[in-house]
């Protein structure tokens, strides 16, 4: 009988992002500091995993293959298309976006990093002070 | 004055003495054979008299010619003498002595006066000719052609003028070409500069501007295009400049697409900078501990050549916007001091790490500004940043903002560190100006404060520094409160705000000057 301590299920990352490398170092980074990390390569198959809502976070890639990162950005918070999911969707991405794409993309996610300039220590740290 | 009936009486007259002189001279003749030489026949008188008639009458032939040719000659002679072919090089002096002087005279009169009317009609007509010639030219030209007078108002807009522009030409025959075209350039040297110091120093001159812009009405789209100009002080046609525009809005434009050379380059360079920086830190974590001082000070350098490298392309989009004027602000309605809090929290966290404290004093009832936001945090995290880097030794960084007496909103950042040395301080915002006493120990790109000036022109603000060497380094900005930057919005047919880096996309002289 387990009354007293509660264990706090480690948070579900989704990672839709197409460098191996950079996936990588994410995974570990998270899952040292106690994060259940799952990666997509694929934006359409990422898209369709983070649809079924179980996850928590959801770091999203915008150049990815088979879609792009917008899009899955714009398919996950349109209610039609993803009637239910909790998750905050932190923009990752390496591109230089014009500032009207990139103030459009900060309405719809949560956050927007540029993978460069930020370590993995630095994105445990962010993530940390996300409230899921 | 009947001249005609002058030289007719003139003539007659002449005649008449002439032929009675013969006459009489041929009767006394007759006389004289008749008194003294009676011996003489009826027949040898006759034959003597025909003979002396003859002589007489080829003399009087020989010497009335002239008299009676003589006007037709000059006449003539002054005809030739205005002949286009050449002829008598001299005019004839019709002032000489001669049958119907005053007619002659009136008539090479007349002769000169046609013939410079036919002068004046050839140069008009070839001047229509040319014009007709200029017309042909200008109006097929597949570039947009301008001529302006002396007081810049266009004269002259060819077909291509008006399809590049979207107006038809006759809207812009008559208009100041400032109004008719707002320009922006990418420096101080403007078509108008250009203008005024020729006018002032040349009879002629001839420039080229690249990466000229125009906005757009509405849309906040605009032109990139390449402009050529020829100036002729006092040209006699009215026609003291020429412009041709060369466009390249496509080709310039480009960058402003995600997928452009240099966006791309961006992406390339930095997804390995993205894993060297991520394993630097994976070593630093699980090698620390083991690496002698001297190995991990190796570490502490890579991280920051990383660094170094991130900050670099993090700036060359924007520099390269900035050179192809192509940087454009969005001017908004913004809370200054939200503004500051959103970038002092950001770099808290670099200052934390080396033991330093952000501390802001901002004014309570500061005006909303009117800024970009993004650039202007550019500008601030830039700031901050130098501050952060430069503070060897000390743990205080200060950030106040206030209303100036001129009205603008001033922000200030101050650290307490090393200070820059005066023979440095004019050329701290050049381009790539790295401060190489230090350039070994601190990271930077030499572009950051480049760019804060640039950002900073491009509001309407002014940023200035001051320094001393180990005291620290104040640096000091100005920014416009939101109802000024509206109100010159307004004034200058700009309602959405829309600025490049050198200026209002509307390059409108009096705005200038």
Redesign the interface.
Known sequence: MDTGTTTTKPKRVLCIED?L??SE??T??LTKAGYQVDVQLDGQKGMAAAQTDAYDIILLDL?IPSITGIEVLRTLRDPAKTPKMHAKIIVTT?????????ADIEQQADGYL????I????LV?FLNKLDV | MDFLGKLRQQVKLYLFWVLLLENALLIGAWWAVHVYHQELSPLETLIGMSILGLFGTLLVSETAEKRVTQPIITLWQAIQHIAPQGGEERAPDLNQKQLGRELVANLANHVYQLASTVQAVEKTNSKAAQNLHANFVASSLPLPLLVLDKDETIVYANEATSKYLGKPADDLAGQNVYTALDMSFKSDDTLSTWLKNSASKTATASHKWEHVRIGLPGQGDSLLFDLAGYYNKDNSLGYETLLILFDHTEVYSQDDQAMSFVAISVHELRTPLTLLRGYIEVFDEELGPTLTPELKEFMVKMDAAAQQLAAFVDNILNVAKIEDNQLTLQLHEENWQNVIETVVNDLNLRAGVRGITIKTDIAPDLPSVGVDRYSIYEVLANLLDNAIKYSKGTNEIYLTATLNKEGLVETSVKDFGLGIDASILPHIFDKFYRNHRNRAQIGGTGLGLYLSRAIVDAHGGEITVNSKVNEGSTFTFTVLPFSQVQEAGKSLGNPSLTRSAHGWIKNHSLYRD
């Not at chain 1, 390496?94 to 990139?102: G, M, T, V, W, Y």
């Not at chain 1, 540029?114 to 300039?117: L, P, S």
């Not at chain 1, 370590?119 to 630095?122: F, K, L, V």
């Open positions: 460098e490398f950079i170092l994410y570990r980074a150049m390496n591109l230089e976006q014009r500032k009207d794409i990139r540029v993978k460069a300039e370590t993995p220590r630095e740290e």
